[in-house]
């Protein structure tokens, strides 16, 4: 377990009150709050700290301050129950204050899968992260989840023109662009409207999910940061896993893991389509969507909330959102505007 740490903001109010808060809570906890120092960094407004308890050595918690102005826990535990209830693993909740907006969590260790996945190791993490995902999309309860319904859809693509063309690139799209971003939309809302909706975490990927120690009960991974859970495409989340912004994989590898999760969730009982290929393409066009919207929010955390550690992962995400606008004759006029906007030649590829 990390030794403990200064915490570099010490006159920062919510964090004293999070101590007072830790030092009210059940004795039997053995927590001990001077020990409490940053655990992780997050792109929205909630903070993680880790604090240990008994002896040292002995093990440590998780602390989450989420203010709630900004964030509302209540949700994140209605939807780790929820989880919970699927047979998968997440944190429990052993305190609670939802008024400050303060939880008290299991800790599920510090071995992300981003810092755990290897050419040796993908595939065996993989296939626990598509177990565990065939069982989220299983979930009997999801009708107590919102729905992802096409005005959150179009809101999430409109952070596309928004932030990544106008505030990053500094380009307002003419008429025309906008009236070719407008059916470039309609085809992926429809699309994504059109799939089988299952519960989706909507940020399953391997920032989120965590390397458990052996013997853990439920197995891996360990899931996190599931409050925005929706009921959505069922590609969603399977987009998020093999087409991640912070790991690249070659596409043999996601094909074969594609075809894998494809042949679980049918036997599981998931309404699937009988065709690959048709599964295929929805799972890319669910990605072209997904994919404009991170474009958007990774340049709004820079530009509005001065947060530069997303923009190197911005290539990885353009280069997804390139290689499919390049195979779909639907999404063509899309890529002559990013090539036009990175001042590169038009590559005509498309296959369907």
Same mark, same amino acid.
């Given at each position: 377990?990390?030794?403990?740490?200064?915490?570099?903001?010490?006159?920062?109010?919510?964090?004293?009150?999070?101590?007072?808060?830790?030092h009210?809570?059940?004795?039997?906890?053995?927590?001990?709050?001077?020990?409490?120092r940053? =655990?992780?960094?997050?792109?929205?407004? !909630?903070?993680?700290?880790?604090?240990?308890?008994?002896?040292p050595?002995?093990?440590?918690?998780?602390?989450?301050?989420?203010?709630?102005? !900004?964030?509302?826990?209540?949700?994140?535990?209605?939807?780790g129950?929820?989880?919970?209830?699927?047979?998968?693993?997440v944190p429990a909740?052993?305190?609670?204050?939802? &008024?400050?907006?303060?939880?008290?969590?299991?800790?599920?260790?510090a071995?992300?899968?981003?810092? =755990?996945?290897?050419?040796?190791? =993908?595939?065996?993490?993989?296939?626990?992260?598509?177990?565990?995902?065939?069982q989220?999309?299983?979930?009997?309860?999801?009708d107590?989840?919102?729905?992802?319904?096409?005005?959150?859809?179009?809101?999430?693509?409109?952070?596309?023109p928004?932030?990544y063309?106008? !505030?990053?690139l500094g380009?307002?799209?003419s008429?025309?662009?906008?009236?070719?971003?407008?059916?470039?939309?309609r085809?992926?809302?429809?699309?994504?409207?059109?799939?089988?909706?299952?519960a989706?975490?909507r940020?399953?990927?391997?920032?989120?999910?965590?390397?458990l120690e052996?013997?853990?009960?439920?197995?891996?991974?360990g899931?996190?940061?599931?409050?925005?859970?929706?009921? &959505?495409?069922?590609?969603?989340d399977?987009?998020?896993l093999?087409?991640?912004?912070?790991?690249?994989?070659?596409?043999?590898?996601?094909?074969?893991?594609?075809? %894998?999760y494809w042949?679980l969730a %049918?036997?599981?009982?998931?309404?699937?389509?009988?065709?690959?290929?048709?599964?295929?393409?929805?799972?890319e066009?669910?990605?072209?969507?997904?994919?404009?919207?991170?474009?958007?929010?990774?340049?709004?955390?820079?530009? %509005?909330?001065?947060?530069?550690?997303?923009?190197?992962d911005?290539?990885?995400?353009?280069g997804?959102?390139?290689t499919?606008?390049?195979?779909?004759?639907?999404?063509?006029?899309?890529? %002559?505007?990013?090539?036009?906007?990175q001042?590169?030649?038009?590559?005509?590829?498309?296959?369907?």
């Amino acid at each position: 377990m990390p030794a403990a740490t200064t915490d570099p903001t010490p006159n920062d109010p919510r964090r004293s009150q999070l101590v007072s808060w830790l030092h009210h809570l059940d004795p039997q906890l053995l927590l001990r709050p001077a020990t409490l120092r940053p =655990a992780s960094s997050d792109a929205s407004f !909630r903070r993680y700290f880790r604090v240990d308890i008994g002896d040292p050595g002995q093990g440590s918690l998780i602390v989450m301050d989420a203010p709630p102005e !900004r964030e509302n826990v209540a949700t994140f535990v209605e939807v780790g129950q929820l989880f919970a209830s699927a047979g998968v693993s997440v944190p429990a909740v052993l305190g609670a204050d939802f &008024g400050q907006g303060f939880l008290l969590l299991s800790d599920l260790g510090a071995s992300t899968y981003l810092s =755990a996945l290897t050419a040796a190791t =993908a595939d065996a993490l993989y296939r626990d992260a598509l177990r565990a995902l065939v069982q989220i999309q299983m979930l009997p309860d999801r009708d107590r989840l919102p729905r992802y319904e096409q005005p959150v859809l179009r809101r999430e693509l409109m952070l596309f023109p928004e932030w990544y063309l106008g !505030r990053h690139l500094g380009h307002a799209p003419s008429e025309s662009e906008q009236q070719m971003l407008e059916a470039t939309f309609r085809v992926l809302e429809a699309r994504a409207l059109a799939q089988v909706q299952v519960a989706v975490h909507r940020d399953f990927h391997s920032r989120n999910l965590m390397v458990l120690e052996a013997g853990a009960a439920r197995g891996n991974p360990g899931i996190l940061d599931f409050q925005d859970a929706v009921v &959505g495409p069922i590609t969603y989340d399977l987009v998020s896993l093999l087409r991640d912004a912070y790991v690249v994989w070659d596409e043999e590898r996601v094909l074969d893991w594609c075809v %894998r999760y494809w042949e679980l969730a %049918r036997r599981a009982g998931l309404p699937m389509p009988t065709d690959f290929g048709e599964f295929w393409r929805d799972f890319e066009w669910m990605g072209l969507q997904r994919h404009l919207k991170v474009l958007g929010i990774f340049a709004r955390l820079y530009h %509005r909330d001065s947060k530069d550690n997303y923009l190197k992962d911005l290539p990885a995400v353009l280069g997804y959102t390139r290689t499919v606008a390049a195979r779909y004759r639907e999404f063509l006029p899309l890529l %002559r505007l990013l090539d036009r906007l990175q001042a590169r030649a038009p590559q005509v590829g498309y296959t369907f």
